[in-house]
Nanobody, 126 residues
């Protein structure tokens, strides 16, 4: 069992930056691929970025490529999401997710996630 807790959300102006963190509990954390999803008001939850268990591979949604960076520190059981050049359309609740199945990162989706955090709200003002 893995429990995930996000932090770092808040209000930021367009063009600004935020860094989200996801702290995981459970001794098996290093074996999970981790991901961030987001859900804007009245929209479906969507994939943002994923990172392999070793941190050696990443996959980004086209909408965030070049602006967001995912990283992980397995010694600290923590995943990070550095978000730069934020846009108003990035306003959403951001969820940390863990996928315990060994699979290609491009197959990670809402339906494949095994564990979810409760989310942290990011609001980008124009």
């Amino acid at each position: 069992q893995v429990q995930l807790a996000e932090s770092g959300g808040g209000l930021v102006q367009a063009g600004g930056s935020l860094r989200l963190s996801c702290a995981a509990s459970g001794r098996t954390f290093p074996i999970y691929a981790m991901a961030w999803f987001r859900q804007a008001p009245e929209k479906e939850r969507e994939f943002v970025v994923a990172i392999s268990s070793s941190g050696g591979s990443t996959r980004y949604a086209d909408s965030v490529k070049g602006r967001f960076t995912i990283s992980r520190d397995n010694a600290k059981n923590t995943v990070y999401l550095q978000m730069n050049s934020l846009k108003p359309e990035g306003t959403a609740v951001y969820y940390c997710a863990a996928d315990r199945t060994i699979r290609p990162l491009h197959t990670i989706m809402v339906e494949s996630v095994d564990y979810w955090g409760k989310g942290t709200l990011v609001t980008v003002s124009s």
